[in-house]
C-alpha cells in the first residue's frame, strides 16, 4: 500500500512539473525566471533601457557637452588666430595656412592612440588625459616665442583634440535608443555655443590685450572639464568588459536612484563578444560598403564644413584689401 501511494504521488508530481513547464512563458526561459524565484541576467544596453531617461542623462549631457565647447573654441581659434599672426610676425600664405595644418596632423596621427587608450583604460581617464593636454598645451602657445613653436604646440593641442569625440561615444553608451538621436544630435546646440563664444571672446580680447591672451582665455573650457571630471562616470560597459562589475553596478544604481526608476533583476553579464576591435573588420565583404560610404560622407562634410569657417576670415582680408587698397591694409597690420 504505502508503495503504491508513492507511485501516485509521484505521478501526481510529474503531472503537475509537466503543466508547469508547458504554461512557462518562452521569455521567463531566455531570462532564466524559471519559476522557482531564480532570476537571469542582463547587460548593461538592457539596463539602460529599462533605466530610461533622467536627470542622469541631462548632468552627462551638460558635462560632455564641454566637451564640444572646447573643441569649438580651440577649432575656431585658428580662424582668427592666424590672421593676427600674419600681421604681427609678417608671415607669408604657407606659413599661415602650416598653423590650421599641423592641428589636423596632430588630431590624423594621434586619433589611432586615444582608440587604445580608451579600450584599455577605460573612455573616463582617456577624457581626463585628452583634456589636460589641450589645456596645458594650449596655455603654452600663449607663451610662444617663435613661429616654430606655435607649429609644435597647435600640433600638440591637434593631437589632445583627437581624444575629445570620446566624451560624445561616452554619453551614447549611457542613452536608451529611443532617445539616442535627439539628444545627440541636440548636443551640437553645444559646438554652436563654442563658436560663438570663441568668436565673441576673440573681438574683445584682440583689439585690448592682443592674441596671446585670447590663447590663454580659449584655454579656460578645458580647465572647466578638469574642475568638473569627478562628476564625469566612467563607462559601465567598460568597466564589465575589464571585469569590474561591482563598480558597474554602482553606477547603474545610482541611474537608478537619480532617474527615479528601478533595476532590472539578475545578475549583471558582459555581452557577447564577437570579433570587434580589429580594423581588419573595416575591409571585410560585410563592410567594405559601409566604410567607404562612411568615409567619403565624412570627407565631404568636414571639407565643406571647415574650408568655409576656416576660409571665411581670409575672404574677408581680401575683400579689405581691394576696398583700402594694399598699402592701407598692409599698414593696419
Known amino acids: 500500500i504505502s508503495a503504491q501511494l508513492n507511485s501516485d504521488d509521484d505521478t501526481e508530481v510529474s503531472v503537475r512539473a509537466t503543466h508547469s513547464r508547458a504554461g512557462r512563458k518562452p521569455s521567463d526561459e531566455r531570462s532564466g525566471n524559471t519559476g522557482n524565484g531564480v532570476t537571469g541576467t542582463f547587460t548593461v544596453e538592457e539596463a539602460v533601457e529599462q533605466l530610461g531617461i533622467g536627470w542622469f542623462q541631462f548632468q552627462l549631457w551638460a558635462i560632455t557637452g564641454l566637451f564640444s565647447v572646447a573643441d569649438a573654441c580651440e577649432m575656431m581659434l585658428l580662424a582668427v588666430l592666424s590672421p593676427v599672426l600674419r600681421c604681427d610676425w609678417g608671415l607669408s600664405q ?42 596645458y598645451f594650449g596655455l603654452l602657445t600663449s607663451f610662444s616665442p617663435t613661429y616654430a613653436w606655435v607649429l609644435i604646440l597647435r600640433g600638440l593641442v591637434g593631437g589632445g583634440m583627437a581624444g575629445m569625440p570620446h566624451g560624445f561615444t561616452l554619453l551614447t553608451e549611457y542613452l536608451p535608443q529611443k532617445y539616442r538621436a535627439k539628444i545627440l544630435i541636440f548636443g551640437t546646440v553645444c559646438w554652436a555655443s563654442g563658436t560663438m563664444f570663441e568668436i565673441c571672446l576673440a573681438a574683445i580680447v584682440i583689439p585690448r590685450l592682443g592674441w596671446r591672451w585670447l590663447l590663454f ?13 569627478k562628476f564625469l562616470p566612467q563607462s559601465a560597459r567598460y568597466l564589465v568588459g575589464a571585469g569590474r562589475k561591482h ?60 574650408g568655409m ?25
Not at 596632430?106 to 589636460?132: E, H, I, K, Q, T
Request: hydrophobic share 50%; charged share 20%; aromatic share 12%.
Open 94 to 135: 604657407a606659413q599661415v595656412a602650416m598653423i590650421t595644418t599641423v592641428v589636423f596632423i596632430g588630431m590624423g596621427v594621434l586619433s589611432p592612440m586615444w582608440g587604445m587608450l580608451a579600450d584599455r583604460y577605460g573612455r573616463r581617464n582617456n577624457l581626463l588625459l585628452a583634456s589636460f593636454v589641450v589645456w
Open 217 to 229: 582665455l580659449s584655454s579656460m573650457p578645458c580647465l572647466a572639464i578638469i574642475v568638473l571630471f
Open 247 to 306: 563598480e558597474a553596478l554602482k553606477i547603474l544604481k545610482y541611474i537608478a536612484k537619480t532617474n527615479k526608476t528601478k533595476m532590472p533583476e539578475g545578475e549583471l553579464v558582459a555581452e557577447t563578444q564577437e570579433d570587434r576591435g580589429n580594423p581588419k573588420l573595416l575591409f571585410s565583404r560585410m563592410y567594405m560598403r559601409t566604410t567607404f560610404q562612411v568615409w567619403i560622407l565624412w570627407f565631404g562634410t568636414a571639407l565643406t564644413y571647415y
Open 309 to 333: 569657417v576656416l576660409a571665411s576670415a581670409e575672404i574677408l582680408q581680401l575683400h579689405n584689401t581691394k576696398e583700402a587698397g594694399e598699402s592701407t591694409w598692409k599698414k593696419s597690420c
